[in-house]
């Protein structure tokens, strides 16, 4: 295994988002590297517990064999497999938050959103 620091993104399939969000983990949380779960419109899968034994199992992988100490759930602007408004989004990312803190995986769970200007606003 690479050395450095791990976090952990789960975020929608988007490719506008990944290189926005790594980037903001990687200056505001130090990591090295970062294990991307991606599903279409996930926070909207996470709060209504759709397909969540999937995607905690692998979280769990990137918690327990990459040592990753940061969970990051991300919502976005223009998003194709969720087309709500921001406040559905955001409402949605905070469940997620909740759902994936009841994990009691070792790490602290933080949400996002990606602005339309494809900036990371902390939610």
Do not use: Y
């Not at 690479?2 to 490719?15: H, V, Y």
């Not at 790594?22 to 130090?30: D, F, Q, T, Y």
């Not at 921001?86 to 009691?104: A, G, L, N, P, T």
Request: glycine share 4%; proline share 3%; aromatic share 6%.
């Amino acid at each position: 295994m690479a050395e450095g620091k791990f976090a952990t993104s789960i975020s929608c399939m988007d490719g506008r988002i990944q290189i926005p969000i790594n980037e903001w983990i990687k200056n505001n949380h130090s990591a090295d590297f970062v294990d991307t779960i991606t599903e279409p419109g996930v926070e909207k899968k996470i709060s209504e517990s759709i397909d969540l034994e999937k995607i905690k199992a692998k979280a769990e992988i990137s918690i327990f064999k990459h040592n990753s100490d940061l969970i990051v759930i991300s919502a976005h602007h223009d998003c194709a497999g969720n087309p709500v408004s921001k406040e559905d989004h955001i409402s949605q990312v905070r469940k997620s938050m909740e759902i994936i803190e009841s994990w009691k995986l070792p790490a602290k769970v933080l949400g996002v959103w990606v602005n339309d200007q494809w900036e990371i606003e902390q939610v």
